[in-house]
């Protein structure tokens, strides 16, 4: 599987709590980590950038992912919204209501036009990514709802709640396809298979299950840690899976072979999140120790794996053990140094911001009765600063648009090929 061990890549430190999700943006420059400190940050893989810390949320952030296009973020929180951001150092973002409790998880379809919620008001969610529209509701669970997921083709929304079950849920028609019990516990995490023909779910009994969502039966069983699993995440190959736990470990597990084949430490206390990269060369993880940890996976290129074999993790061979060491900051203040605070602002709070300045004299262009030289290069670099935010974001958005008329004409064409290939064979 490997030609030799992971290997600690790099770590962060920035966070004042707990973790609780983290995603790679799919240009693999930039990470996005959430926690319950309220905030989401991006930590930037150049040496000379510094993290970004996102403030806009009023309570723990439990979920962060970047869009397909990679030009979007989308958080879940505590305090019942979903906030849209831009990753950059203006911090737009839009802000919605999103449920009536908690919302826990929040996903980009693949074509990053739709969200699917998740929230502890038992309900899941589907959203349109303009205009943050209300589609419609999912049949919905009977306790809270832990993690809610599309399919790689977005056709599917996989989710889990303390409900104790495991549903999968057609999203053309908003019908429940399939419920898988978890009579022994309820799943903190699930994910799609990288070929969508497999889900996996990670247990509070300590155990991951990976169901066959054709036949609808159990594949793989896997008790390799020794407290809760909290999440996991497929490798794109779908060769390997990666599970983190309570237990302060992570782990490998090759799917192939139906067997754990590394145990990872680092963290100091519970591992919350983890997170392939959609190359698969990296992953990353995060815990209670407010580590963010970056690890190089040395796998060697393999083809994707279509369908995965019947495994009851009857192989108890030990795994091998990667220990690392992650030296300890040397105080908060130097931390701070690091990172550039962003406050996520609506578009309504920034024109509230615009009128205070001017109903002030600091407004562009306004200067009062006494103000003198200084005042007036002020108030016009603050004037030609307004107008380079404004361009700015009139770029982002006119860049946005290309994304998705860039995403339209490439469906356009791939139907068109399709059907001339049709016609070709039809007059064959």
Known sequence: MSSQDPTLERHFKGHRD?????????NGKQLVSAALDHTVMVWNFRQQMRAYRFLGHKDAVYDVCFSPSGNLMASASRDRSVRLWVPSIRGESTEFRAHQASVRSVHFSHDSQQLVTGSDDKTIKLWTVHRNKFICSLPSHTNWVRCVRFSPDSRMIVSCADDKTVKLHDVQTAATIHSFPELKSHSMHVAFHPSGTCIAAAGTDKAVRIYDIRTRKLLQHYTAHGAPVQSLSFHPS??????????????????LEGRPVYTLHGHTGSVTTCKFSNDGNYFASGGHDKQVMVWRTNFEPVELCETLEVTMDTDYSQPHDVTVSVPQDSGEEEEEEEVTTVHGETEESQG???????????GPGVASSNSGTSDDVSATLQGMKASMNHIITQLDTLTQTVVILEQRLSHAENKITELVNIQRRENQ
């Open 352 to 362: 509230a911001r615009h009128n205070r300045m001017s109903q002030n004299g600091d």
């Open 18 to 26: 707990a973790l609780t999700s983290m995603d790679f943006n799919p």
């Open 238 to 255: 779908g060769h390997v899976l990666l599970t983190c736990s309570a237990d302060g470990t992570l782990k490998i597990l090759d799917l």
